[in-house]
Each structure stands twice: as structure tokens, then as C-alpha cells.
């Protein structure tokens, strides 16, 4: 049994491998519950001319020991069973092994991916059976995961310190500098210094790729920061998402990064812009923007139910009043009712403004709709104009509307009726 946990080895020249190790001392002692454990550990096995399976192995070591943690969890971990004519899920037996031994790390691991549980009458919630991981022992081989699950609940306290999300994916990555989901994390976080190095939000993005083709999310960040070099090949943010996607097809967020380049081919198949967002939408349906998206597309149908480009922004902004991008296209339409109260097209083109007074298209807007206030102070249409064109000289409606109102004076330099037509028309 000893030299199965050391791996196995050889006796009297002879090889023996961890579970042949296991079987030799069954054979000898069928009530050794901790080879009976290690057997199930090597996945089962053939003692004295009877198979046994991983799962009966298990349950062989706990008629033995009835309180043994690891067959307890290697139970768990084979889909739970009978004991005692009790039957036992896999978070029950994760349960009765911390019953038997609180201190065991990646047992705390393994019951916050179960959502965490009651153990001896004290209920633990995913973030504090992490948090028990760590304080259980914060060198485990599981302690990477603990600080990686931990940070993914929006940090902690450990041992009476508290943590940022940031910081336990930092934690994380200094025992486990592969760990992909944790680089994606300080990259959600905006970067930060690991191991001595400091990284940036891209450079932890493309860290997280590198590692695992597979995270979704990694290529979702990296198309969200303008693409990057992954194994020497160059991916434009395009390119990240389709990515992203071909590795989780129900990644509504880069469903809505491929919408906004314009659409794309996932697995030989050519999506619109407009297909893209409803794809968002039919996966994640609270994402304002994307419903400004499929607005500006000009609506479609949703998990069964048309929406109208009008549609599409009144949800937007049900969902997020401060989206100024969608206060503006509204206001567009027309204007109408938000949460039972109506807006005109010029209280639209307001509200707009008071979310972000750099919406060069909402000072358009409210020019066209004769001027308005806001914080407190009146604009003319002319003014609007101006307005917009100081915060974006290439914009066409805007040139119209100030030569419709004579011209005027745009960065210090006045332009005529005519002189504002020729700047729409370039």
C-alpha cells in the first residue's frame, strides 16, 4: 500500500505500477480500507479474481472505515452511491468528508464548485468553502484553484485579510502562473504585476489564450482590446471573437464583439451584424447595448418575438437608463414612453447629453429639434451644431444643420452656408 502511494516500484526486479502496488495488498488484507481507497484512486481493479470498479472500491474502503475522507470524496467524485443503505449524491459524500476532516483543502475546493453546503450544522456559501481552503492550508496543490475561485466570487478575507478580486487572481497565478481562468482575470481587472512582472490587461489576455485555446472569455477580452499575437499569429479583434465563439457557441458577449465588427463566418457559416445581436440577445437578454445594436439594424426577432428598431432602444434603455447611445437613437424615432413616462425627441437628446455631454451625435440631434437645455443652460440650434462639430469635425448632419442655420464658428475657424455644404458633401 506504501509503495503504491510512492508511485510504485520495483521488487525483487520485478515492476509494479501504483495500482498493482494496491492490488498486491488487498490480496494480502482485504481490510485495509486505505488500498481499497488507492485502488479506487487508480480507477479499480481485479482483487483475488473479482473486479471491482472505482466506486465499489471506494465503498469497500468505507465498510471498513466508515469515516475515511478521501473514500468519502473519491466517492463524491465517482458520481456518489449506497453506503449504509443511505444513497449519497456527490456533494453529500464531499459533505461527510469534511465531517471526518475539516482541514482537507481541495475538499473545500470541490464543495464551492457544488455551490458550497451545511457541514456539522454550519452552512458555507462557494466563497467561504474557498476561503476555508486557504485557511486549511494555504500552500495545498488545490490552493491555486481556492485563490482562482475566490477572486471569481469578487475576493475575500483569508485568515483575517481581506482580498480583491484582483488580488486573489494575483494570488492564484503565484502558485500557478498557468492557470488560464486567472489570467483572464487580472485581465478583467485591468492587469496588474505578477511574479515580479507586470502585465497589461492585453498581455494577460493573450497569456490566457496561449494557455488554453478554449477560454472563451480570453479571446472575448483580447477582441475587446483591439486583438494581439497569440503563438506568433496575429488575431484582429474579428478574428478573437469568432474565436471566442467557436469555443463556446452560447458566448452571448462575443456574439455582440462580432455584431459590432460588422459579422462574420463562425464554422463555415456567415453571420449579418443583425444576426450577431439576436444571437447576443437570445443568450444573454439583458445587455443594453446589444438591443442599441440590433436597434441600429433595424430590429428582429428575438426568442420568438419581433422588436422594431423603436423596440430595441426602449429596451436598451429599460435595461440601462444612462445608455446615452440609446437615449439619442430614441429621440431619433421620435421619442416615447420609458418605464411609464414620456419622453419627447428633444427630452431624449437631453438625457442623452446628461449621461455624457461628448455625444456629438446628441448635440446634433437636439440642434435639429430647434436647441434645448442642459445643466441649466440654453443652446440654439446653432449652438448645438457647433457643438457637435467640436467634438467630431466629420459629421455630415451636423455640417448640414449649421448651414441650414447660415454657418457659424467651428474650432475658431468660420465657416460660411456654403462652406459648412461643401464640409458635408467631403
Known amino acids: 500500500n506504501s509503495l503504491g502511494g510512492e508511485g510504485g516500484g520495483s521488487v525483487n526486479g520485478k515492476s509494479y505500477s501504483p495500482k498493482e502496488c494496491y492490488v498486491k495488498a488487498l490480496e494480502t488484507n482485504q481490510s485495509n480500507q486505505y488500498a481499497w481507497n488507492g485502488l479506487g484512486g487508480a480507477g479499480g481493479g481485479l482483487v483475488n479474481g473479482k473486479l471491482y470498479s ?189 474565436k471566442a465563439i467557436e469555443a463556446d457557441f452560447k458566448n452571448g458577449y462575443a456574439w455582440n464583439g462580432l455584431g459590432n465588427e460588422g459579422g462574420g463566418s463562425v464554422n463555415g457559416m456567415a453571420y449579418s451584424k443583425q444576426e450577431c445581436f439576436i444571437h447576443a440577445l437570445e443568450v444573454v437578454p439583458s445587455l443594453s447595448y446589444t438591443w442599441h445594436g440590433l436597434g441600429g439594424e433595424g430590429g428582429g426577432t428575438v426568442s420568438g418575438i419581433s422588436y422594431s428598431a423603436k423596440d430595441c432602444f426602449r429596451k436598451a434603455l429599460e435595461l440601462d437608463p444612462k445608455n446615452t447611445y440609446a437615449w439619442n437613437s430614441f429621440g431619433g424615432e421620435g421619442g416615447g414612453v420609458i418605464g411609464g413616462k414620456s419622453y419627447s425627441a428633444v427630452a431624449c437628446f437631453v438625457k442623452a447629453l446628461e449621461v455624457d455631454a461628448t455625444n456629438c451625435y446628441a448635440w446634433s440631434g437636439l440642434g435639429s429639434r430647434g436647441g434645448g437645455s442642459i445643466g441649466g443652460i440654453s443652446y440654439t440650434s446653432k449652438e448645438c451644431f457647433v457643438q457637435a462639430l467640436e467634438l467630431d469635425a466629420t459629421l455630415t448632419a451636423a455640417w448640414k444643420g449649421l448651414a441650414g442655420e447660415g454657418g457659424g464658428t467651428v474650432g475658431g475657424t468660420s465657416y460660411s452656408e456654403e462652406q459648412c455644404l461643401d464640409k458635408a458633401d467631403a
Open 54 to 242: 472505482k466506486k465499489q472500491c471506494f465503498l469497500q474502503a468505507l465498510q471498513v472505515d466508515p469515516e475515511l475522507p478521501y473514500a468519502w470524496t473519491g466517492l463524491g467524485n465517482a458520481g456518489g452511491g449506497v453506503f449504509g443503505g443511505t444513497t449519497y449524491s456527490p456533494k453529500m459524500c464531499l459533505l461527510k468528508a469534511l465531517e471526518s476532516d475539516a482541514t482537507l483543502a481541495y475538499v473545500w475546493v470541490a464543495l464551492a464548485g457544488k455551490g458550497g453546503g451545511s457541514v456539522s450544522g454550519i452552512s458555507y456559501s462557494a466563497k467561504d468553502c474557498y476561503g476555508k481552503a486557504l485557511e486549511s492550508n494555504p500552500k495545498a496543490a488545490s490552493a491555486a484553484m481556492a485563490w482562482n475561485g475566490l477572486g471569481s466570487k469578487g475576493g475575500g478575507i483569508v485568515g483575517g485579510v481581506s482580498y480583491s478580486t484582483k488580488e486573489c487572481f494575483i494570488n492564484a497565478l503565484s502558485e500557478d502562473p498557468k492557470l488560464s481562468s486567472a489570467w483572464k482575470g487580472v485581465g478583467d481587472k485591468g492587469g496588474g504585476e505578477i511574479n515580479g512582472k507586470s502585465y497589461s490587461a492585453k498581455e494577460c489576455f493573450i497569456q490566457a489564450v496561449d494557455l488554453d485555446s478554449k477560454n472563451t472569455y480570453g479571446w472575448n477580452g483580447l477582441g475587446s482590446h483591439g486583438g494581439g499575437t497569440v503563438s506568433g499569429r496575429s488575431y484582429t479583434p474579428k478574428a478573437c471573437y469568432i
